[in-house]
């Protein structure tokens, strides 16, 4: 795994989540608080994680439910913000771009 973070309560359960990208395959997995550290991770983005350079996780839209910004970029180079809505059910919704390019 090369980034880490945690956007909160992402499947609703009332526990904070951890979320992780896979060097190599650059899938997305979560990792579901259970209260006593975290359960078992699961597969809930395929490829394609590895080319965001920074994750960040919250509740960005108020809705109770953990979410993540991503910046998809080239190492060293400029790139632009994306917002995925966490679903509650341990997924996102479809990104949408927020920042476009300077990030």
């Not at 597969?43 to 998809?72: L, P, T």
């Amino acid at each position: 795994m090369n980034k880490l973070v945690s956007p909160g309560d992402l499947d609703k359960d009332g526990k904070d989540d951890l979320i992780a990208t896979e060097i190599g395959t650059g899938k997305l997995f979560l990792y579901s608080g259970s209260g006593n550290g975290v359960k078992s991770r699961v597969e809930i983005g395929r490829g394609g994680w590895n080319g965001m350079s920074d994750i960040a996780g919250a509740d960005f839209n108020g809705d109770g439910i953990g979410d993540i910004a991503a910046v998809e970029s080239a190492p060293g180079e400029e790139g632009k913000l994306y917002f995925y809505p966490g679903n509650g059910n341990g997924g996102f919704g479809d990104r949408v771009e927020i920042g476009n390019g300077g990030w």
